[in-house]
């Protein structure tokens, strides 16, 4: 049983958990979200210095909650890609150093694989192959997850990612930073036919439309023009109706593109993962219509949605048990397709 130290520290979360094969002992997340909420967006140079001065007590907390000594560790692993290079500099170094000192195998994660195996957190009887729907604030994919290591991107998002469209569209509605959950929420108290709005297709070059990738812009441009209609009208902003409307029109996008996908490649069971899979929107929708398809879904647990170490360890747990680990010289990457 491999029993692995994360640390994610890809964007705005500290997060450092341990994972022992798909069981997560201790999960410690610490957000920055109150200090970049006033900046609007997360700031890198303020997140790399807030990464520095929370880590360490993270660390110490998590090995403290799962009752271990670094020294009953198998593995230390740290996001190495994709994110803000100061970010994962921090993370990476702490790891690296840990690992030396422990004497203990180092493993650089990328961060999507992370969202690929978050699902193995609610099942830990699912094994490849299977199809992911990874849906985060960076990234709107469909992969093929044939197995550890190797994955097939069938689909993507030409421009926003859907995370990146809640966030913009909950700026639309002047709600704040992040906007999913707010949408999310609001969702729930509005008519998702109040408004109907466009969905974003993508043209193939005989003319047809793409059958996996989607586009989001025009939607949100959508939402902007009725945001600016509505507000010359100098009537209330229905802010619940508007954010219901638009939830579902991503969301229709979303579970039609992941269905028609999944049947096309044969594949049973489909598994979610980024900070949108915390949506209920697209929870509900996308369980019912796998359900009528025969398909299989699952989703990670909520709060294993958003950023966390314990699906870094995870995924460094998959690859420790086939013997990949990463040499100290392994540096960090911006950008990286998994
Ligand atoms: O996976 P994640 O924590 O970070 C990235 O790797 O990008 O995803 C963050 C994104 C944000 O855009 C946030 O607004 C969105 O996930 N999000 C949600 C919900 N919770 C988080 N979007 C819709 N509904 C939610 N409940
Ligand atoms: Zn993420």
């Known amino acids: 049983m491999t029993t692995i130290l994360a640390i994610e520290t890809s964007c705005d979360e500290t997060a450092v958990a341990i994972v022992k094969k798909r069981q997560v002992l201790s999960s410690i997340v610490t957000s920055q979200i109150e200090t970049h909420r006033q900046y609007g967006g997360v700031v890198p140079e303020v997140a790399s210095r807030q990464h520095l001065e929370l880590l360490g007590e993270a660390i110490a907390q998590s090995l403290n909650q799962a009752n271990l000594h670094p020294s009953q560790l198998d593995g230390i692993a740290a996001t190495c890609t ?47 192959p299977f199809l992911c729907l990874l849906v985060s604030g960076g990234h709107t994919s469909l992969i093929h997850v044939k197995t550890c290591g190797d994955y097939q991107t069938l689909g993507q998002t030409r421009d926003d990612a859907a995370g990146e469209a809640f966030d913009k569209v909950a700026r639309l509605l002047k709600l704040g930073y992040p906007g999913g959950p707010e949408i999310d929420r609001l969702a729930q108290q509005g008519n998702p036919d109040a408004f109907p709005l466009p969905e974003g297709r993508v043209k193939l070059p005989n003319g047809g439309i793409h059958p996996y990738d989607a586009s989001y812009s025009g939607l949100k441009t959508a939402v902007m023009r009725l945001v600016q209609k509505l507000e010359a009208s100098e ?17 229709r996008s979303l579970v039609k593109r992941t269905i028609r996908c999944a049947l096309d490649y044969n594949l049973s069971t489909i598994a979610v993962g980024g900070g949108v899979a915390a949506n209920r929107g697209l929870r509900t929708a996308l369980t019912a219509a796998a359900e009528a398809e025969g398909l299989r ?13 314990a699906m870094i360890g995870c995924a460094a747990s998959e690859h420790l048990s086939r013997g990949h680990t990463s040499p100290l010289t392994l540096g960090v990457r911006s950008r990286l397709p998994v």
């Open 82 to 128: 994709p994110g803000l290079v100061g970010s994962l500099l921090v993370g990476v170094m702490a790891a690296k150093t840990l690992a030396l000192v422990h004497e203990k195998p180092f493993l650089g994660v990328h961060h999507l694989e992370g969202h690929l195996y978050a699902s193995y957190l609610s099942d830990p009887s699912l094994e490849p």
């Open 235 to 251: 009537s209330d902003l229905p802010v619940a109706d508007l954010a219901a409307s638009f939830q579902k029109t991503v969301v």
């Open 297 to 309: 879904v699952l989703f990670p647990p909520m709060s294993y949605c958003t950023d966390n170490a």
